[in-house]
T-cell receptor
Framework: DGGITQSPKYLFRKEGQNVTLSCEQNLNHDAMYWYRQDPGQGLRLIYYSQIVNDFQKGDIAEGYSVSREKKESFPLTVTSAQKNPTAFYLC??????????????FGDGTRLSIL | LAKTTQPISMDSYEGQEVNITCSHNNIATNDYITWYQQFPSQGPRFIIQGYKTKVTNEVASLFIPADRKSSTLSLPRVSLSDTAVYYCLVGSLNTGGFKTIFGAGTRLFVKA
């Protein structure tokens, strides 16, 4: 079955460490997204990528970095500059299709905690 | 990108119909209205999408008045498993590009 795979499901980071969250999709979708969700809150957009080798900052990009070297992969690195990284991270994708609007498909998330 | 306003929370009982309204006063001509459902520790899941009038699928209906400044998600005969957060999004790949904005959503709590 096609879908979005996020790994790991749980991740722990030490102070001052960079960590990378994986997101892979086999849906042949064009655009991919990273969101952050804090307890009891909605989703906030970190970065998004419309095509390979291109990405744009979302609303809370500081302290994060991404790459899009392959269509199916969009890893997110949480750097040591992100002072409050504990959150639930969600990856999503969309198929670009002429006309109309396409719903996003989401992975099951990665929960990041600070040791 | 059109901003949306939803109630923060709603309570219901099993077997009742639940209607969640979303306001989007500055919706653009090309914008679609999309609703998602999210359970704890899971990613949001697409429920339904519409442009105007009424759309119905196997799980919900979406009512959109002629002015499109609001929309109502209708869940028929809810069960305990419908307890979740429901998000309303407004946008279009043709206008806002691929950027999307989620609000805080509506927390629906279904009681026995």
């Amino acid at each position: 079955d096609g879908g979005i795979t996020q790994s790991p499901k749980y991740l722990f980071r030490k102070e001052g460490q960079n960590v990378t969250l994986s997101c892979e999709q086999n849906l042949n979708h064009d655009a991919m997204y990273w969101y952050r969700q804090d307890p009891g809150q909605g989703l906030r957009l970190i970065y998004y990528s419309q095509i390979v080798n291109d990405f744009q900052k979302g609303d809370i990009a500081e302290g994060y970095s991404v790459s899009r070297e392959k269509k199916e992969s969009f890893p997110l690195t949480v750097t040591s500059a992100q002072k409050n990284p504990t959150a639930f991270y969600l990856c999503a994708s969309i198929k670009r299709q002429g006309g109309g609007n396409q719903p996003q498909h989401f992975g099951d998330g990665t929960r990041l905690s600070i040791l | 990108l059109a901003k949306t306003t939803q109630p923060i929370s709603m309570d219901s009982y099993e077997g009742q119909e639940v209607n969640i309204t979303c306001s989007h006063n500055n919706i653009a001509t090309n914008d679609y209205i999309t609703w998602y459902q999210q359970f704890p520790s899971q990613g949001p899941r697409f429920i339904i999408q519409g442009y105007k009038t009424k759309v119905t699928n196997e799980v919900a209906s979406l009512f959109i008045p002629a002015d499109r400044k609001s929309s109502t998600l209708s869940l028929p005969r809810v069960s305990l498993s419908d307890t979740a957060v429901y998000y309303c999004l407004v946008g279009s790949l043709n206008t806002g590009g691929f950027k999307t904005i989620f609000g805080a959503g509506t927390r629906l709590f279904v009681k026995a």
